[in-house]
């Protein structure tokens, strides 16, 4: 069993678990504010480890009739009520199947008995259970749907019940603020560099633009640039719109010295305006070009990838006919003893198989015009960049700048994962939005697997951690507010039917199978993600 595995199944647990047991917390909340009888809060899921019970429900009985119960016994009480008081019908020693009646709105109430004297006796009606499961977390309230119920949650008011079904989600919309916040707060080491453009590709939005080699990129759309991932983010987030650009035009420096930087830089700040690309042209590297929209030729890639090549696998043969695709045996057994007739040599940065893989390098000194890489992507603003006089700075953010900062972040995530998503529908080439868009439970253990078993110092996996719980709140807050039928935004959806016919109420009995067929589907959906997810372990594949 891997590292990965292990250590991905207990950061899981941590990353997750909090986020859905505060999401519950906060329907629970809000539902003893209602006066909404609560049955049960569950951390985890079941089956049931063990139970506390907490509560003062006095219920009265006959005086001094015979009662066969004592302290500590776990029953199950049918009763009436009159003029706020509790009477006992029936009683008997609680039973798995009774919670269905409990939660129905039944008049049945299930506990612990506290104490016990000749007229009454006292129930703790509050379960908190720890579940073999832990993931996340449940509440377990009286009535949903029947509003006959007394302190059911269907008997509440209309705001109060969207108050109540919504308070989950909005604590997951919260969290991020808070750990986002605290994360930029915390003094760290952080790289800072100028970002300076390598080369242009011609007719790309920088192209147009004026952008050339040296220039020094210093904000875009007001913010500070200060790396290539910071560049990448605010460009990823104007996708098909205007895009403001600060930046100081470089001035090359002929007398330069090796050690020396190749640009000069006046000071002076420039704007420019640029539409970044959901779909930059991809190009194949060939020896000569007949398509300039399709192709480019390998002199040319290689000003953008050193690395670039007309083919990067070889085929073994025992007579060359193609020497872009071919090798002689005796030639391939220089590199490789193993080799045989008919295997594939790959070219590639850095050899992670000796049996199979040769370096670029190596594959020049057979045919110069190989390579690792065969087609040349543009981005969406046609500019190549790198990351110049970087220095290492240690600082933390004053506590409104890094709400700021933070609220920058959370809005940024929501563009991009809605960028993604329309990716699809683009015909989008934009390398950013490669790779696995949707994962579920099984993906984000893998994820969190990796970052346990990566290199990272344990402070930066500290912080991953609560990127990814932030990123995950995101979406649990969102999605969970979204109209689909057993979400709590699919019983808000119903609350707000109910507004629009005047208060009339959709049956119990409809709403409660529309939730289970939403359900159902829901459950389907995550079937399907999680064989993806584990396709992608089972082939190899890393997330990051």
């Keep these: 069993m891997s590292e990965t595995f292990i250590f991905g199944i207990i950061t899981f647990i941590l990353v997750l678990g909090p986020l859905v047991i505060l999401h519950e917390l906060g329907h629970l909340l809000t539902a003893r504010k209602f006066g909404v009888k609560t049955l049960e809060f569950g951390f985890g899921f079941p089956p049931r480890v063990f139970s506390y019970w907490t509560g003062n429900t006095v219920i009265y009985k006959e005086e001094n009739s015979d009662f066969d119960f004592s302290i500590g016994s776990i029953v199950s009480v049918a009763y009436s009520d009159t003029d706020d008081k509790i009477f006992l019908e029936k009683i008997k020693n609680y039973e798995k199947k009774d919670d269905s009646s409990a ?12 104490s016990i004297s000749s007229n009454s006796f006292v129930v703790a009606d509050m379960m908190w259970s720890f579940n073999l ?25 209309k705001l109060q019940r969207i108050i109540v079904m919504s308070a989950g989600a909005i604590i997951n ?5 808070i750990l986002l916040t605290t994360i930029f707060m915390i003094p760290s080491e952080k790289e800072v560099s100028d970002v300076t453009i390598v080369s242009v590709f011609p007719d790309s939005p920088a192209y147009l633009a004026g952008l050339k080699s040296g220039d020094k990129i210093i904000k875009v759309d007001n913010r500070d640039i200060n790396s290539i991932q910071n560049l990448q983010q605010s460009v990823m987030v104007k996708l098909g719109s205007e895009s403001t650009w600060e930046i100081e035009k470089g001035i090359p420096n002929i007398f330069s010295r090796p050690s020396e930087n190749a640009y000069q830089y006046s000071g002076d700040v420039k704007k420019i305006r640029l539409i970044p690309r959901w779909d930059p042209p991809k190009k194949i590297v060939v020896e000569k070009v007949y398509d300039e929209n399709k192709e480019i030729s390998v002199n040319d890639a290689r000003i953008y990838d050193s690395n670039a090549g007309i083919n990067n696998i070889l ?4 007579e060359v006919r193609d020497y872009d695709s071919e090798i002689g045996l005796l030639d391939a057994q220089k590199y490789i003893d193993s080799i045989s007739l008919n295997d594939q040599i790959n070219i590639v940065n850095s050899i992670t198989n000796p049996s199979n893989q040769i370096l670029v390098s190596t594959a020049r000194a057979i045919n110069n015009n190989l390579g690792s890489s065969t087609l040349i992507q543009e981005g969406a603003t046609g500019v190549q960049i790198r990351n110049t006089n970087t220095i290492k700075k240690n600082s933390g953010e004053n506590i409104i700048k890094a709400f700021l900062n933070a609220k920058n972040q959370i809005f940024d995530t929501l563009i991009l994962t ?6 699809n529908f683009q015909d989008s080439s934009i390398p950013q939005f490669e790779g696995p868009q949707t994962v579920g439970p099984i993906g984000i253990g893998q994820l969190t697997g990796e970052i346990a078993v990566s290199e990272n110092s344990f402070y930066d996996k500290v912080i991953w951690y609560c990127s990814l719980a932030a990123t995950l709140s995101l979406s649990l807050g969102i999605i969970n507010l979204l109209p689909i039928p057993a979400l709590d935004g699919g019983r808000i959806l119903f609350v707000i039917i109910e507004i629009i016919r005047g208060g009339k109420k959709i049956s119990p009995e409809r709403e409660g199978l529309v939730h289970l067929l939403g359900f159902i589907l829901l459950l389907s959906l995550i079937a399907v993600i999680s064989i993806q997810d584990i396709t992608r372990i089972v082939s190899g594949d890393r997330i990051f």
């Design 418 to 423: 809605k960028n993604a998503v329309f990716s």
């Design 133 to 157: 499961l832990p993931l996340g977390g449940f509440v377990r309230m009286v009535g949903e749907e029947n509003s006959s119920a007394s302190g059911s949650l269907a008997s509440k008011t």
């Design 103 to 114: 939660s129905s709105g039944e008049k049945v109430i299930i506990g612990k008995i506290k």
């Design 315 to 318: 085929r073994v043969v025992s």
């Design 173 to 177: 919309l919260i969290i991020p603020f």
